[in-house]
C-alpha cells in the first residue's frame, strides 16, 4: 500500500533553515506529482508546494523565493528546503501524492518557528 513518511522538522529561529523529507513507498514515484501541504493550529490544510513528475514547481505565493520543492526518483523522496523561515511558517508539514480523485498523506511533521 502507499506508504508516504515525513521526517526533518523541529524548531528553529526566524530567518533559519530546515529541510524536510517525504520517503515514498507503495506506487510507482516517479510517475506522479508530489506535494506539500501545511497546517497551521485553527487553520485549514494548504497547498504549499507542487513539482510534477517532469519536475515542474509551483509555490504557495507565502512561500515564493524561501522554499524549494526537489525530488530525486532514484530514491523515492521528495524534499522541501525551507529558508528564511518565518515564525508563520509554523505548521504540521504533510507529504501528499494524488491518485486521481483519492489522496494519500503522510503522517506529518511539525515545524516551529520561534525564538
Known amino acids: 500500500q502507499v506508504q508516504l513518511v515525513e521526517s526533518g522538522g523541529g524548531l528553529v529561529q526566524p530567518g533559519g533553515s530546515l529541510r524536510l523529507s517525504c520517503a515514498a513507498s507503495?506506487?510507482?514515484?516517479?510517475?506522479?506529482?508530489m506535494n506539500w501541504y501545511h497546517q497551521a493550529p485553527g487553520k485549514q490544510r494548504e497547498l504549499v508546494a507542487t513539482i510534477s513528475s517532469g519536475g515542474s514547481t509551483n509555490y504557495a505565493d507565502s512561500v515564493k523565493g524561501r522554499f524549494t520543492i526537489s525530488r530525486d526518483n532514484a530514491k523515492t523522496t521528495v524534499y522541501l528546503q525551507m529558508n528564511g523561515l518565518k515564525p508563520e511558517d509554523t505548521a504540521v508539514y504533510y507529504c501528499?501524492?494524488?491518485?486521481?480523485?483519492?489522496?494519500?498523506w503522510g503522517q506529518g511533521t511539525q515545524v516551529t518557528v520561534s525564538s
Open positions: 501528499n501524492v494524488k491518485f486521481g480523485l483519492r489522496s494519500s
Open positions: 507503495g506506487f510507482t514515484f516517479r510517475s506522479y506529482a
